[in-house]
């Protein structure tokens, strides 16, 4: 099949969270099965853009009363993989994918309506690989609300004209509290004829997340308790009533087990695997010397990796702080986002140097160190649809504490003394966090040898992409 991925973000290009990582590697796993994949993002003007040639290709769209010309650089990443960054001022721009310290860019409507253009563009113009384009014959997957007018358009402004006449659509949610609102009064720049304006109306305003929803083919959802969840009243942000009556399926995400694997990483200190973890000893020191906290291999150390957004919930790890804090413990959090979460967090820090580290920004590398440094990975989300700090926590060693919500359901199984079975802890409520930390606390103190198994029954499963990258094969196929 001809797939064709549109996104926002795509790892490494552009990440600000896990659609990224989703959007780098479930095309990795489908090209690998011998599918032609092609993902398209905006070339933001980050430092990989230059692995890129430009195809010489110049494209225009009509939105919001003007023509705008889109170029489109090549990036052949793999075999039967290329990806197509699209060339735009309204991309390149300093600041971040959605916006810069100020907030929220105030054309995004527009930045994104114009990625959705010029994304299925690619498949009629650009050349990929020494031969010709795509075709019309393709599968479009689009990534949540930005990507949402890609099935808006393939249907409105191309099968309308008798182009890309079999493709399909599937829409991905991967976090439907953002939703792309936008007021009403904004459909006419959309250039979308005057019967399509129901299909992107939300109560008034243009809803492009739900445009997705009631466009594409299929729908999906990054797990299965997720899905669950959106067509409940309480998880369903609003739009339950539309993800009961959609076709929607949970699909649980995976992880690149390649490029994240404590075997090969060229961030670490030392490799490691699961039947030797002599190497994450050495992780782990050379984590606590490299953040200034006394080296001390007998102290559990916890570590949250995560934007600072409501969404996450740390704000029931500083209720439980003074708690936790009196234990002798380490927790080392790397996170950026809210500022009173971003300041409270540093002034744990500065409160408790010898126990608390707080790196406020966003890096990759020092992200694979810590998972690979820690022992337990804190995820005590309100809300989350998959996750994926829990896997990359397990894969590298760091046994996760998790919020029973979301994707944390389907991924960590409640350790069970009993059987040996379990990857971690589980908690419903949010005061549950001070139960579940105490218990895995005591088992790091009194049980090592249950410990060390909950380790390794984390570091051995398997989370690879091929299972879910079968799922959507399967659905592409309709
Ligand atoms: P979400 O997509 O909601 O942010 P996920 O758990 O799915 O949550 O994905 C988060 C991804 O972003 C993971 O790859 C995680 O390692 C990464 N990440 C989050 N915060 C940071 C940070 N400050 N620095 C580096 N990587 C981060
Ligand atoms: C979203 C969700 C997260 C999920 C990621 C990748 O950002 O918040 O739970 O893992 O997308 O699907």
Request: include cysteine; proline fraction near 6%.
């Amino acid at each position: 099949m001809k797939i064709l991925f549109v996104s926002s973000e795509v790892a490494p290009y552009a990440k600000v969270g896990g659609l990224a990582d989703v959007c780098g590697a479930l095309p990795k796993a489908l090209a690998r099965l011998g599918h032609q994949v092609v993902v398209t993002l905006p070339a933001y003007g980050r430092a990989l853009d230059h692995l890129a040639w430009d195809s010489g290709v110049r494209t225009r769209s009509w939105l919001f009363g003007i023509h705008h010309e889109l170029g489109y650089a090549v990036h052949e990443a793999a075999e039967n993989l290329s990806v197509v960054l699209l060339q735009h001022s309204a991309f390149h721009r300093g600041g971040g994918v959605y916006g810069d310290a100020h907030g929220g860019f105030g054309d995004n409507l527009f930045r994104f309506a114009l990625m959705c253009r010029g994304a299925l563009e690619v498949p009629r113009a650009v050349p990929l690989g020494g031969g010709g384009p795509l075709g019309e014959d393709i599968v479009l997957h689009a990534h949540d609300w930005p990507a949402a007018l890609a099935c808006v358009n393939l249907r409105a402004a191309y099968q309308a004209v008798g182009v890309y006449r079999g493709a399909r659509a599937v829409f991905t949610v991967h976090n439907a509290a953002h939703q792309g609102r936008y007021p009403g009064a904004e459909f006419g720049g959309l250039d979308l004829a005057p019967r399509w304006r129901g299909a992107v109306d939300w109560d008034g305003d243009l809803g492009l997340l739900k445009a997705g929803l009631v466009t594409a083919d299929v729908v999906t959802a990054v797990s299965p308790t997720f899905a669950e969840e959106l067509r409940s009243r309480a998880g369903g942000f609003g739009l339950d009533g539309l993800f009961r009556r959609v076709p929607l399926q949970g699909i649980l995400n995976g992880i690149d087990v390649e490029d994240w694997n404590p075997e090969t990483d060229a961030a670490l200190a030392a490799p490691y695997r699961w039947d030797d973890v002599a190497g994450k000893g050495a992780c782990k020191a050379a984590l606590q010397a490299e953040l200034g906290l006394p080296v001390r291999p007998e102290v559990p150390l916890l570590a949250i990796i995560s934007r600072m957004d409501a969404q996450k919930g740390l704000d029931s790890v500083l209720e439980v702080a003074p708690w936790l804090l009196r234990q002798d413990i380490q927790l080392v959090v790397l996170g950026s986002g809210a500022p009173n979460l971003e300041a409270a967090f540093r002034q744990l820090a500065a409160r408790h140097p010898h126990r608390v580290h707080a790196e406020i920004g966003f890096d990759v590398p020092l992200s694979r160190r810590i998972y690979a440094g820690a022992d337990f990975i804190l995820v005590p989300s309100r809300f989350e649809p998959c996750g994926l700090t829990q896997l990359y926590g397990m894969r590298y060693g760091a046994v996760p504490v998790v919020r029973s919500v979301g994707g944390l359901v389907d991924t960590v199984t409640p350790w069970s003394p009993a059987t040996g079975q379990g990857t971690g802890w589980r908690y419903a409520r949010p005061e549950g966090l001070q139960e579940a930390l105490f218990w895995a606390l005591r088992t790091w103190w009194d049980y090592p040898e249950a410990f060390a198994q909950v380790r390794e029954n984390g570091m051995r499963a398997d989370w690879s992409w091929d299972r879910a990258a079968r799922q959507y094969e399967a659905l592409y196929r309709g």
